[in-house]
């Protein structure tokens, strides 16, 4: 297996008129690595996304993707991708089947392997019993499992993924993961996804932060929220203000009431405890100790939440909308 990296992204730009989408961003991905790139509505995601796969041209800057040049040797980045993006691209009134047959001759996969791979892509996304179905009856998850199979079918050497599972239901989310992890077992292949969800995002090897078309950071998530640092720890007790009073007095820790309960970040919080039993001086009548999420982590880099940024970049899209009216 080769050891070149399977993305190369060297100060990589995009502008739409005065929109600055992408700002120049760099970065690699390891061949075989599952590499997630997080980060709010119209953060950049997408467009990076699309400059890869050669939908969408750079404004500046290069991009290698399975060692060929997005901009100069389109055809033979084309041949190593496969794409699952966020707008189907299905035709509803062909049978699951037909749909791959179909991507097979497009893509020239050889006649005499494509019925066994359509076979083996169709298994692994659990929809070969429904391959004479129509498409058209098919749910949006089976769609997208079924959109996974087709990305698949070429053997392709990294598969981009833009919100594998946006619109699905928890089940089917998780289900989809399931196949991708499937999927990395049994294949030879990169992943390079998109999410705005924290909780995908645990499931990558990697992930850069995107925020305003900028990378943040980038690492592994368990690698991110180490670098947070502190745990976060929440106590019941019968006098919160009291509590909390105790709490910046004893210990100099700044604490307030989250979700019922008196809470505080501090580094290993779970070695800290017994010395919180023994110096707060009042009762406490529960403790729970957590590490930091990925919510912490983009809002340690990002100054905001997900959902804050998200809100935001909504009501930047909804004035672009007003603008142009
Ligand atoms: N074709 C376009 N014309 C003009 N502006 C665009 C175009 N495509 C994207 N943008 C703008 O570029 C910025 C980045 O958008 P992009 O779709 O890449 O973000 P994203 O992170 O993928 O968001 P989402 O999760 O909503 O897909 C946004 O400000 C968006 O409005």
């Not at 993305?7 to 008129?17: D, E, M, P, S, T």
């Not at 050497?157 to 989809?176: K, N, Y």
């Not at 919180?276 to 880099?301: K, Q």
Request: aromatic letters at 8%; one cysteine or more; charged letters at 25%.
């Amino acid at each position: 297996m080769s050891t070149a990296p399977a993305v190369a992204v060297h100060g990589l730009r995009k502008n739409y008129g005065k929109v600055e989408a992408v700002k120049g961003v760099d970065f690699e991905v390891a061949p075989g690595e599952v590499f997630g790139f997080l980060g709010p509505n119209g953060a950049g995601k997408t467009t990076t996304i699309s400059m890869l796969c050669t939908l969408v041209n750079p404004s500046g800057g290069s991009a290698l993707v399975a060692g060929h040049d997005v901009v100069n040797e389109r055809d033979e980045v084309r041949r190593n991708i496969g794409l699952v993006f966020q707008d189907p691209t299905l035709d509803g009134y062909l049978s699951a089947e037909q749909n791959l047959r179909f991507h097979a001759e497009l893509y020239g996969v050889p006649k005499n392997v494509v019925g066994d791979r359509i076979r083996q892509v169709m298994e692994m996304v659990a929809l070969w019993d429904r391959k004479d179905a129509k498409v058209m009856t098919f749910s949006g998850g089976m769609k997208r499992r079924l959109e996974i199979a087709r990305g698949l079918l070429h053997s392709p050497r990294v598969l981009f993924l833009d919100e594998p599972t946006v619109g699905l239901d928890p089940q089917t989310r998780s289900a989809i993961w399931g196949y991708i992890n499937e999927l990395r077992r049994l294949e030879d292949i990169t992943i390079f996804m998109t999410t705005h969800y924290m909780d995908e995002a645990e499931f990558c090897d990697r992930i850069a932060i995107i925020d305003h078309g900028e990378v943040v950071v980038i690492d592994s998530p368990e690698a991110l929220k180490a670098s947070v640092g502190k745990d976060r720890v929440q106590i019941h007790t019968g006098d919160d203000a009291k509590a909390i009073t105790a709490l910046s007095e004893r210990f100099g820790l700044e604490a307030a009431v989250r979700e019922g309960a008196v809470t505080f970040a501090v580094a290993s919080g779970e070695e800290f405890v017994p010395r919180l039993f023994a110096e707060l001086g009042m009762p406490i009548t529960s403790v729970s100790v957590s590490r930091p999420s990925l919510d912490d982590v983009f809002m340690s880099y990002t100054g905001s939440t997900i959902r804050d940024a998200e809100s935001g970049a909504d009501a930047m899209s909804w004035m672009r909308t007003m603008a142009r009216r």
